[in-house]
């Protein structure tokens, strides 16, 4: 396809068929679904900036590449969110103080688990747990083997078991 990116309606495809994927990818790399519309609106931001360099076909590649470079520009940031996020939801809390903590311990554990997992293996994990993909949508969506979605898959599970046996 030779189609222009800069073409208001060839845009407006991409858009339609690439927004919302990118946005739920953006989202299981981030866990902060506001954070995950920024980034997808600004790696379209980007395209239309950059879419007489960008050929139609190569879109796709281009928006997940520029959405997943901003997101590794983000991570400290957003690591100081969260740790905030969470001071201000343990203060609300007043209702059986010993389960609350318990619960936040246990949540604090499981993110800190799922984000100290490498981003190939977080990725598979939370597309396959969160989103219920099948390995062969997640391959595909990924443009990686059905055998590498289930190796990470594989290592993710085996990493989250060893740090709960350990609590």
Not at 7 to 25: C, D, G, Y
Not at 42 to 63: H, M, Y
Not at 91 to 104: D, G, K, S, T
Request: glycine residues 2%; charged residues 25%; proline residues 1%.
């Amino acid at each position: 396809m030779s189609d222009n990116v800069c073409q208001e309606q060839v845009f407006q495809s991409i858009f339609i068929t690439q927004a919302e994927r990118l946005r739920n990818f953006m989202y299981y790399k981030t866990g902060n679904l506001q954070q995950a519309e920024d980034l997808m609106q600004d790696a379209f931001g980007k395209l239309w900036e950059n879419c007489a360099k960008v050929v139609a076909d190569k879109a796709k590649s281009f928006l997940f590449t520029v959405a997943n470079n901003l997101f590794l520009n983000e991570v400290a940031h957003q690591k100081v969110v969260l740790k905030f996020e969470n001071q201000g939801h343990r203060q609300q809390m007043n209702i059986n103080p010993q389960f609350l903590l318990e619960e936040q311990e246990f949540k604090q554990r499981l993110e800190a688990a799922i984000s100290a997992l490498p981003e190939g293996q977080r990725v598979v994990f939370l597309m396959n747990r969160i989103d219920k993909k099948k390995y062969r949508e997640i391959a595909v969506e990924l443009e990686i083997s059905v055998k590498a979605v289930e190796k990470r898959m594989h290592q993710a599970l085996s990493t989250l078991r060893k740090i709960h046996k350990k609590v």
